[in-house]
């Protein structure tokens, strides 16, 4: 077999691949929300839906950040600063969705516009990062 006829099976392994990790994904927010659901039954306790748009929306920008570095997940450089990052989005969302209850939901989808490039932008400069020439 020669390279040309292992193409589409390299590009179709590859979309499969891709369509069981978004599966994946799918299947644990379905969970969590679930166990929330449950939880709220149980006990009385109800998540405030503005928490749950925080662990949707921050799933979804780190799909995006996954997205755009596959190349990167090796260097340990990215996982550092990946984890710094999330440190301070959580300790931040969980600043103001405490400080102010009538979040809504709307607004995450304006922050994730905002927050998704930079986060882009920050990591590649921290994983790729690239000297000036300059030197002091």
């Known amino acids: 077999m020669n390279a040309t006829q292992n193409r589409p099976r390299a590009r179709f392994l590859s979309f499969i691949l891709e369509a069981a990790k978004l599966f994946g994904i799918a299947i644990a927010c379905l969970l969590v929300i679930g166990a929330a659901v449950i939880v709220s039954a149980k006990t009385g306790f109800a998540v405030p839906a503005r928490w749950l748009g925080l662990f949707y929306w921050t799933c979804a920008l780190l799909w995006f950040v996954f997205q755009q570095h596959k190349r990167d997940l090796r260097h340990s450089r990215f996982w550092l600063a990946l984890l710094a990052f999330l440190m301070v989005h959580v300790t931040a969302f969980a600043v103001v ?9 709307l607004w995450f989808m304006f922050v994730f516009m905002i927050e998704g490039p930079l986060v882009l932008v920050v990591l590649d400069n921290i994983v790729h990062p690239r000297h000036n020439g300059k030197h002091v």
């Open 97 to 105: 969705l405490r400080a102010y209850a009538a979040w809504r939901m």
